[in-house]
């Protein structure tokens, strides 16, 4: 039979979930378990395992040796006895793995493990574990073998095998293919190594695993950037050198967060393009989550820098309105003032708005001419009066007042509080259409009812916040205490965190004495752009936050648009899997 053929696993990171030590520590303060097997020569089904052997060190010392003669519970091809001196004779007396493992599992425990090639060995471990009904304590791992292919050159070394660095290194104990000499070996090369790592200004145990990985020399170069940066809350900015900003990110660990673009993890070329350019990261401390979500939203759209592609530009948000006049149309606009009654957005594109204006078009007969007309003068009418798709208000076939009941008042009801005549006009089109077996045609019309129902959607739940002059909320921390935000008009005006043990009052009375005065305004978002009003509401709406005061009260319609959200993502649904198959 043939053989499974062995995949390497990728070994564990800086992933927070993983255990043990804290990747912050100093390579000279951290404990290291350096481990080697011998096995049958297998894949790693659980067993196989002959022979294991560890030392335990830490700063230079020597802590701990564990090592023992494994029974595989099955045959030594006689290749592996020639390699490694192992007789079947010397195994039948040894322990079976799952004895073994107690022992060694509480061996490595609290300390990073270090293997050369540590793939395999980590890979036989932790089949064993599985097979056996032991829990895998995912310990950070420090690969020897990867380490000296980025430390040491091909004029110092000709390869990166065990043996040949035992010799570069003039370790004192040399590998022999028996699992605690090689360990004690690797112990020196390690050490060895180690001393290399100073040069690169790597100090950390973090540092250590992520230099091992496949980083790019600029990632290696600039890691420096990284360097002093506060673990809390906020923006960071990375910038050029000329002090414009070229990439701003949030996180709930700025520090963190900052370091994870020099790891081998960050694959993104315009990062890559980004990082090469910086000269240096600016942090902005932030009290929670929420202001750093705002302040980068802000940043972004004052600033538009060049490396982030989200939440640009937001003065080129579109909106759909219904024009003044006797016989009003439907167009796409830039801004909307105060004297406008009838509107619909913001849309984040002219196709999006145009998508939804087409919506209306198929539910209601809103003319789709330019024309302006006039109560007086007739205008030639168009095909779509021929085709039966608009009442022919050109040529005055239809009066002001009929025309604004069938077709301007179900706009401005659908857009404020209820679009359930229009809702149901595009199903019955939807029908129709699948009836006939017109199934594009049906799928075009059920994107237009997604645009707009997606719209209407949006907006009344902005114009809910933004009606509010001030709202005060409270969110529980992370380690205690309180989050607060204050809202003005759908804009965060003030945010902070109250002490654990202390009333929240006294902080949130300060936030207001020193918030932003916010002036009321018109629209769904008089003050803030819509994608921060929309964070704001995601805040807002989690089940652990607390809303503590508002001036007034916050409500939707009851027969709003909100009650179509199930049938907005059905139709969202069966848009995604369409494409999806369009694909494949």
Known sequence: MAQAEYVQESLAGLDPAVGGVDPALPLYATTFVVVDLETTGGAPDGGGITEIGAVKVRGGEQ????????????????????LTGITQAMLLPAPPIEQVLPSFLEFIADAVLVAHNAPYDVGFLKAACAKHGYRWPNLRVLDTAALARRLLTRDEVPNRKLGTLAAYFRTAVQPTHRALDDAKATVDVLHGLIARLGGHRVDTVGDAIEFARAVTPTQRRKRHLAEGLPKVPGVYIFRAADDRPLYVGTSGDIATRVRSYFTAGEKRARISEMLAAAERVEAVECAHALEAEVRELRLIAAHAPPYNRRSKYPERMVWLKLTDGPYPRLSVVRDISPTDAAYLGPFTSRRAAELAAAGFHDAVPLRQCTHRLSLRTVTPACALAELGRCPAPCEHRITPEEYDHRAAAPFRTATTSDPQVVVDALLARIDVLSRDQRYEEAAVVRSRLAALLR???RMQRLTALSGIAELAAARPAAHGGWELALVRHGRLAGAGVSPPGVHPRPTLATIRATAETVP????????????????????????????VEMSSGWSSPVGGAARFRDLLAKAEGAASRQLSTERS
């Open 63 to 82: 802590l701990g040796v564990l090592a023992t003669l494994v029974n595989p519970g099955q045959p030594i091809p006689p290749f592996i006895t020639v």
């Open 455 to 457: 719209a209407t959607v």
């Open 520 to 547: 009321a305004g018109h629209g769904p978002v008089p003050a803030a752009t819509a994608e921060e009003s929309e964070r704001i509401l995601s805040w807002l709406e989690r089940p652990e936050t607390r809303l």
